[in-house]
């Protein structure tokens, strides 16, 4: 017979399901959910597999939800470490949740707390009135079981309308919190998120509502993501974060004043890490030399991976003339160098004169670069774009050996590999 420390290590391998059937069904098993430390206890795996979901059938899933807390009563004679919810803002089930969560943080054991919240609107159009109510619902949670989320240290929330008070109010109290993500949340139209939080012990924050999020103290802020239609320039202020390395910002831009990276990323010390992505829209009328911009602007960059996408399918903005381009000019530094790249990975690679030579400058800019990473672009079943490395216009193969000797012609040091 196996001893209860294997067991449990099986168990925790198994989803809820399976471990409520097994030790219902074996005497063997049915005092284990009682020891687990471990609990992931996700509501989808409550609902019925079919395409779409009615709010009876929601209901009906919550209603079985909210009684694992029964599960989480065996465990609260002792210790929880690890605790992640996934449930749906259901006004009845919220109280039965809070309770229970509350009596196992009261023991002061748990070390990682995790909030899934997710909005019950399947069988419903998306309201303005329903992303209120939610807030509002949320907010209502919050102030019912204030001990639980003094150790939340993962949220994710979703499709709610917050009044201005209510972020500050979150996140002071939430004094544990590593992880907010907050998927189209707002606090109004075209409103603002200012986040000032000096004891914050905010490590990661993702949005995609704020027209802007200005981060005025969150010293222990490491990455953030930012994937937003429109937002104001820049979306994001930083102030006091010194410890921030990883930014990632996803828009389309159309017809945004100016931003100079330099400015804007000159309270970002620690930066190794930037992600731009902006949706195939007018920023592609120029070369690639604008890019150069980053590195100049990032001097603790280690890594720096660029796409360049030419598929007719992805374009949604419209085609300009040569005439109508605005010019662009990169105005660097005279002696400028780069002393921290050690990576530079392009996908979308072609053989071709603006991008060999812009890889050749990089390469004289970056003077710690070490490998030089080049993909073939992928088909595209939407357009002509096929994914053959090695054709130029003209239809003729190009030697890939030849392509690398080019390449790295004077910069021996640099492996270059092509893929």
Excluded at 178 to 186: E, K, T, Y
Excluded at 251 to 267: A, E
Aim: proline share 3%.
């Amino acid at each position: 017979m196996l001893p209860d420390d294997i067991l449990l290590q099986i168990m925790y391998h198994l989803n809820l399901r399976t471990q409520i059937l097994t030790s219902t069904l074996s005497t063997r098993w049915r005092h284990l959910p009682s020891m687990l430390t471990d609990l992931i206890i996700n509501v989808d795996e409550f609902l019925p597999r079919t395409e779409t979901l009615t709010t009876d059938q929601l209901k009906k899933s919550m209603d079985v939800y909210a009684e694992t807390r029964r599960l989480l009563a065996s465990t609260s004679h002792h210790a929880i470490k690890v605790l992640c919810l996934s449930f749906y803002l259901t006004d009845p089930h919220l109280q039965a949740i809070g309770s229970a969560v509350s009596s196992i943080v009261e023991h002061g054991d748990t070390k990682l707390l995790e909030f899934n919240m997710m909005a019950d609107w399947h069988d419903l159009d998306y309201k303005l009135e329903a992303s209120v109510q939610l807030g509002q619902r949320f907010m209502a949670f919050f102030g019912s079981c204030p001990s639980v989320f003094r150790w939340l240290t993962s949220l994710y929330i979703e499709n709610l309308r917050f009044n201005e008070s209510d972020m500050s109010s979150l996140l002071d109290a939430c004094d544990q919190l590593r992880f907010l993500s907050m998927r189209s949340c707002d606090c109004g139209p075209r409103s603002v998120l200012k986040i000032d939080a000096p004891r914050s012990q905010l490590m990661e924050l993702v949005f995609n509502m704020f027209i802007r999020v200005e981060l005025i103290q969150v010293p222990k802020l490491m990455h953030v993501v930012c994937d937003i239609l429109v937002f104001e320039s820049p979306a994001i202020v930083f102030g006091h974060v010194l410890l921030l390395h990883d930014i990632s910002l996803s828009s389309m831009i159309m017809n945004q004043p100016p931003l100079m990276l330099s400015n804007w990323l000159s309270n970002v010390r620690s930066l190794s890490t930037l992600t731009l992505d902006f949706e195939n829209w007018e920023i592609w009328i120029h070369n690639l030399e604008w890019t150069l911009y980053l590195l100049e602007a990032a001097p603790s960059l280690k890594n720096f991976f660029l796409k360049v996408q030419r598929h007719k399918c992805a374009r949604v903005c419209k085609v300009i003339d040569d005439q109508q381009r605005t010019s662009l000019q990169w105005k660097a530094s005279s002696d400028f160098r780069h002393h921290s790249l050690n990576l530079l990975d392009i996908e979308g690679f072609e053989v071709e004169y603006k991008l060999m030579k812009y890889i050749r400058h990089v390469m004289k800019l970056a003077e710690q670069l070490k490998m030089i990473c080049l993909q073939h672009k992928e088909p595209c079943d939407g357009c002509d774009a096929n994914g053959r490395l090695g054709f130029n216009s003209s239809g003729s193969e190009i030697d890939t050996d030849l392509t690398r000797d080019i390449l790295a012609q004077g910069f021996s040091a640099v492996e270059i590999i092509i893929v």
